[in-house]
């Protein structure tokens, strides 16, 4: 239905570069990937940290 296709694609980065400038789309890209980074490692998370044997005997 959204046919994008490089031309498009081009166009947005260019108005997006000069609405918001480098400096601030790479601090935006870099709190980005911190964000996935963060999501990952939660995912990675040992579940023995969370949930703790219980104490049998």
């Given at each position: 239905m959204?046919?994008?296709g490089t031309t498009e694609l081009?166009?947005?980065l260019v108005i997006v570069i000069l609405l918001f400038g480098?400096?601030?789309i790479g601090k935006i890209a870099g709190e980005l990937g911190k964000?996935?980074?963060?999501?990952?490692?939660?995912f990675k998370a040992d579940p023995e940290k969370?949930?703790?044997k219980e104490n049998k005997g």
């Open positions: 959204f046919g994008f081009i166009i947005v480098v400096g601030r964000g996935v980074h963060d999501f990952q490692n939660a969370d949930n703790p």
